[in-house]
């Protein structure tokens, strides 16, 4: 079965610091892989994602993914962290079987963007 | 914004009581679905429908069913409620079933005592 790995729940930067969220995931077959964002109080929002099209995806807002097969990793990066950057981050992964756009979600990475 | 509303938004509730929960959309969506965000768990699904009448459980289905009589209307619904099932519960929603990305309502926060 797919899955994903989101490593640190909680991660801290400065403002026009590198963001870095790591996911790794475990799939059988070729993924079809996502990062949503949550802001408080709020429902989940495509940041960007991954369809075999291109190995780095450009998401909205500055953010990008790289998928790594070697690796099995899908990272997400922003040069430049800036206030409104902080929320919650999942990282997921399509399931294979049955219809729909069935998800597995990661445990979610919390940023914090300090002055 | 997708046109996605769950209701109610906020629900406290006793423990055995049943528990309905709705979410209408307004796009036309053919899939359909009810996750439930816990912390340190991330969202997990519960259900999916996938048409009219046709839905299949998700990951944490024990003790939630759901029903599909609309293409508009999926309700979730909790037939003995406990307090594992305190919780915030999201309906998305996805047109295809390819790599079509997935809209989100903006959650119920049900606390069950």
């Known amino acids: 079965a797919q899955s994903v790995t989101q490593l640190g729940s909680h991660v801290s930067v400065s403002e026009g610091a590198l963001v870095l969220l790591r996911c790794n995931y475990s799939?059988?077959?070729?993924?079809?892989l996502f990062w949503y964002v949550q802001y408080p109080n709020q429902g989940l929002q495509l940041l960007l994602k991954?369809?075999?099209?291109?190995?780095l995806v450009k998401g909205i807002n500055g953010f990008e993914a790289e998928f790594k097969k070697s690796e099995t990793s899908f990272h997400l990066t922003k040069p430049s962290a800036h206030m409104s950057d902080a929320a919650e981050y999942f990282c997921?992964?399509?399931?294979?079987?049955?219809?729909?756009?069935?998800?597995?979600f990661g445990t979610g990475t919390q940023l914090k963007v300090e002055l | 914004d997708a046109g996605i509303t769950q209701s109610p938004r906020h629900k406290v509730t006793e423990t055995g009581t049943p528990v309905t929960l709705r979410c209408h959309q307004t796009?036309?969506?053919?899939?359909m679905y009810w996750y439930r965000q816990d912390p340190g768990h991330g969202l997990r699904l519960i259900h999916y429908?996938?048409?009219?009448?046709?839905?299949d459980k998700g990951e944490v289905s024990d003790g939630y069913s759901v029903s599909r009589s609309k293409t508009e209307d999926f309700l979730l619904t909790l037939e003995s409620a406990t307090s594992s099932q305190t919780s915030v519960y999201f309906c998305?929603?996805?047109?295809?079933?390819?790599?079509?990305?997935?809209?989100f309502g903006s959650g119920t926060q049900l606390s069950v005592l």
């Open positions: 998305a929603i996805s047109e295809g079933q390819s790599n079509e990305k997935l809209f």
């Open positions: 799939s059988s077959v070729p993924p079809y």
């Open positions: 991954y369809t075999s099209a291109a190995t």
């Open positions: 997921a992964v399509r399931g294979v079987t049955g219809g729909g756009n069935k998800l597995t």
């Open positions: 796009e036309n969506h053919r899939y």
């Open positions: 429908s996938y048409g009219v009448k046709d839905t």
